[in-house]
């Protein structure tokens, strides 16, 4: 592109694109990205970049893959979309299929659904339902941890962490619910009962009140990036079935290896009642989630007044998104996927640990393809970025975290490259 046709692009966009959590009145800057292949994005100027965010968590496979192109455009050739109301496609049963196989045993019923959020939403409302059908409209309240980040949309929104989550500003629109402190023993360390405490005491408190506990397994995402024990989680099974109430998992952001499992549940041998899944899920390539849950509480929902479950995107379904996803999922079971994972944890941690060293820096951890630096502040997002961008990495921090989940597919000179930059720049911040 030349340089005014980018200014051009720049400038429509400046003055008419909505970005995430961005002004309008003083947008923050935006990189004119034209193609991407690969781990690497390039832009309008033709300068690559090392990608180190994977779309937030979703391109796994890295960019224009040719396998999940030809996906794509075998499906495209065939029925790119068709209603999903009194009608079925061999993509979404093909998907099925395969979903059931991977996910935690006893997720027997799919939802698909159009976006992360909308994945919540519906878990929430399946929650809500399962209760109502059984005449227990009382219980109208959702338990979950601190730190926590389920989505934008109202009910997602309501679970969210109260202080990053910006409760404040929704006061009086949104619905309260009821939060624990997070989980303070961390991935590697010992927990006792004493870390779940809080939460249980809650649990004893409004029994009657709560429809279920809603959580992101072993890996609290862009809530604060913490990584706590599995124990935990094994101990918060035991404890919702002790009080007879639901547990929702939300593995959108950790779902099809990015932890080191499958699903962030598998490090605790457990299957939650309902489970979110998302971003990785078609390999970063269109906006598609599923909630899954098991017969029991799909029977029990549909046993009630409304006899289904009261939801029904347009986009439900989607073929397209279908086939990619089959396609990824093939692609991803297809490698030893799991040491390769390994591989990049033990290359992250490496040469992630001298950021250890600055002053600046709070600390570093690392679990599967997941690398985070906490700061003990806030960083100047424009500052920095522009410093990644200009030494070849792409990277977006948010508050005091520094963090990189890269594409599977980096090797190990480009992840070596991403990581020790990362630690230069932050070195010179
Ligand atoms: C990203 C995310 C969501 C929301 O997904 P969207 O596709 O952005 O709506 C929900 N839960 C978790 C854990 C996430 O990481």
């Keep these: 592109m030349t340089p005014d046709t980018i200014e051009a692009l720049l ?28 781990v690497r994005l390039e832009l309008a100027d033709g300068r690559q970049l090392i990608d180190g965010m994977s779309s937030w968590w979703s391109a796994i496979h890295g960019y224009n893959h040719p396998v999940l192109n030809a996906a794509a455009t075998q499906q495209l050739s065939e029925l790119s979309h068709v209603m999903f109301g009194g ?32 994945a919540v939403e519906v878990a929430i409302k399946m929650a809500f339902q399962y209760w109502i059908a059984q005449g227990q409209n009382q219980r109208d ?114 779902g099809f290896g990015r932890s080191g499992k499958l699903f962030a549940c598998e490090h605790a041998g457990i299957s939650p009642d309902i489970m979110c899944i998302g971003k990785a899920l078609t390999g970063g390539y269109l906006s598609f989630a599923a909630t899954l849950c098991t017969t029991h509480v799909s029977d029990t929902v549909c046993s009630g007044e409304a006899g289904a479950l009261m939801h029904g995107p347009t986009f439900m379904a989607n073929p397209l998104a279908c086939a990619i996803s089959s396609a990824s999922i093939d692609l991803l079971l297809a490698q030893d996927w799991r040491s390769n994972i390994a591989r990049i944890e033990s290359m992250l941690g490496r040469h992630l640990a001298p950021a250890r060293e600055l002053a600046g820096v709070a600390e570093v951890r690392v679990l599967g393809a997941i690398g985070v630096i906490e700061m003990h502040e806030p960083v100047d997002m424009a500052t920095i970025q522009r410093r990644f961008v200009d030494a070849g990495i792409w990277i977006r921090p948010f508050g005091k975290l520094v963090y990189v989940m890269p594409p599977y597919i980096i090797d190990d000179d480009d992840l070596r490259t991403l990581a020790t930059t990362l630690v230069r720049i932050l070195a010179m911040s």
């Design 141 to 254: 309240k959702l338990l979950t941890v601190k730190h926590g980040y389920h989505g934008d949309t109202f009910a997602a929104m309501s679970v969210c962490d109260p202080l990053n989550g910006m409760h404040h500003l929704f006061t009086g629109v949104m619905s309260q619910h009821l939060f624990a402190e997070a989980p303070a023993c961390r991935f590697d360390q010992p927990f006792e009962e004493q870390h779940i405490e809080g939460l249980k005491t809650l649990l004893q408190d409004h029994q009657e009140r709560i429809a279920a506990v809603i959580i992101e397994p072993i890996v609290q995402g862009a809530g604060g990036m913490r990584f706590y024990a599995p124990a935990y989680l094994a101990r918060l099974r035991e404890l919702c079935d002790e009080f007879g109430v639901l547990l929702i998992a939300d593995e959108i952001a950790t």
């Design 11 to 38: 400038e429509f966009d400046r003055d008419h694109l909505w970005h995430p959590y961005a002004s309008m009145v003083q947008p923050p800057p935006a990189y004119p990205v034209v193609a991407a292949s690969g």
């Design 87 to 118: 009608i079925t496609h061999p993509a979404a049963v093909e998907l099925g299929r395969r979903l059931l196989a991977i996910c935690p045993p006893g997720l027997e019923r799919v939802f698909y659904c159009d976006s992360g959020s909308v």
